[in-house]
């Protein structure tokens, strides 16, 4: 009979979910103020950037135009640009078409996934954006050009468009890979985002990467049921740079490579961007992220035992949406549990999987059906949704995650309300990312 007489998702837990939430809502208005945020950066390296994308220097009126008077004919021509017949690599299915072209003073305010302002350099020489489509695929794609005054505003405008990506807010988007490019300016990446579009998913492939003074994205749509490969952007990208670097200088050497790497985020070291987060139906406001409250036993099932499992740190964060319309115990904790050695993340991970899968057996209200195994790369994990009946017509249902990565365990936690629930498959990729994510713990 144990475990009989809990109602785990009621009470306390939904009033430190709802104080959680009233703490994320007042750090996204902090941030949509304006204030600097630190984002990590390739290397290892850690940058100040504005939570509108720029840099910690102030700038002009983001919607002015950025064709400031200059002697530099610097990528002047739109002849630089990629063309139907160089950006035939993102598809060799029908032809490619060019269908605008427009220059600083016309450009858009926003030109591809995640953009937060108008130019990443407001204070640039100029910028090109252009266009094209697919007749026979109905895929589109875009080529956005800015070319600063000098390389190191262009490296600061690449690490602005960085920032938009890793942090983007764009509603009912999820960052489903992402990958760090040699060979395609002096660096760059290729950042893969999914956003729902019925049976299927509305795929945006996006490359960016510098070259001198030159930082170029290349966003390439399409319509399918996996996330695509980088391949096609990697090439047309690669094409699109080398006619850009022939004036620009910061060609890239070597054979073009797109290896996998997650985009920086602005979250404490080892926890998920909101971007990293699953996407619902329901909710077309951005996931955030809040302190968490100590993860206890669990929900009944899992039996956690930390005073046993002697962990060497642990944190949680609560992943919330302060702006959508939802019951007060909606909300994703991801708990990261750090132990002195690998052997003992997987011992205290394989123990909580043995609880679950046993717990009908010890919980009598508990039904217990496993929703997959999880192996990638170095994360190994398994999914289970567990109800709980306490009587009087009222049931409780989680999804529950472990997963271990190095000295690293992950125990992810997810309640299922009326109408707001997530596949299996979304839950498992969640459950890899946050394990992904944990390698970077402190």
């Known amino acids: 009979m144990a475990g009989s007489h809990r109602a785990p998702r009621g009470g306390s837990r939904a009033a430190a979910r709802e104080a959680r939430r009233q703490k994320a809502r007042k750090r996204n208005q902090t941030i949509a103020a304006g204030v600097a945020v630190v984002v990590l950066v390739g290397g290892g390296g850690v940058a100040a950037l504005n939570a509108f994308g720029g840099d910690d220097a102030s700038g002009p009126d983001f919607g002015a135009t950025d064709d400031k008077s200059s002697d530099s004919n610097l990528l002047a021509d739109a002849n630089v640009l990629l063309d139907a017949a160089t950006a035939r690599p993102l598809g060799a299915t029908g032809a490619w078409a060019v269908t605008k072209t427009a220059d600083g003073s016309s450009a858009p305010e926003r030109s591809f996934v995640c ?42 405008a690449y690490t ?20 760090v490019t040699t060979g395609v300016g002096e660096r760059g990446v290729i950042a893969v985002f999914g956003q729902p579009a019925g049976a299927k998913t509305k795929y945006r492939t996006v490359a960016v990467a510098v070259a001198g003074k030159a930082t170029m994205v290349l966003e390439h749509d399409t319509v399918a049921a996996a996330a695509p490969k980088p391949t096609p952007v990697l090439a047309a990208a690669t094409a699109g740079l080398k006619k850009i670097c022939a004036q620009s200088g910061g060609c890239g050497t070597g054979a073009p490579v797109a290896k996998p790497g997650l ?16 996407v619902l139906a329901g909710i077309d406001k951005p996931w955030v992220s809040s302190g968490g409250t100590k993860i206890g036993a669990g929900t ?12 060497t740190k642990l944190t949680t964060l609560t992943y919330v949406t302060p702006e959508a319309k939802v019951p007060t115990e909606f909300g994703l904790d991801d708990t990261v549990v750090k132990f002195a050695t690998p052997a003992a993340a997987k011992a205290f991970a394989e123990q909580i999987r043995k609880n679950v899968d046993g717990c009908e057996k010890n919980v009598s209200n508990a039904q217990v059906k496993s929703t997959g195994t ?15 009946d306490t009587g009087g017509g009222k049931i409780f249902t989680y999804r529950i995650g472990i997963a271990s990565i190095g000295n690293q365990a992950v125990y992810v936690l997810f309640p299922v309300l009326k109408g707001l629930d997530i596949s299996d498959t979304a839950f498992n990729e969640t459950l890899v990312r946050a394990a992904e994510r944990s390698t970077l713990y402190k």
């Open 300 to 311: 009944g099932c899992e039996r956690i035992d930390l005073k046993k499992a002697k962990p």
């Open 160 to 179: 602005s468009i960085i920032g938009w990506l890793s942090g983007c807010s764009t509603p009912q988007t999820r960052l489903a890979a992402s990958y």
């Open 374 to 388: 999880v192996s990638v790369g170095s994360v190994r994990g398994e999914s289970w949704r567990a109800s709980y």
């Open 263 to 278: 985009l920086p985020t602005t979250e404490a070291p080892g926890f998920m961007a909101p971007v990293d987060l699953p």
């Open 115 to 156: 953009q937060s302002q108008r130019f990443a350099d407001p204070a640039g020489q100029r910028t090109w954006v252009r266009t094209f489509q697919n007749s026979a695929t109905k895929e589109t794609a875009v080529q956005y050009v800015e070319v600063s005054n000098d390389k190191a505003a262009a490296g600061k």
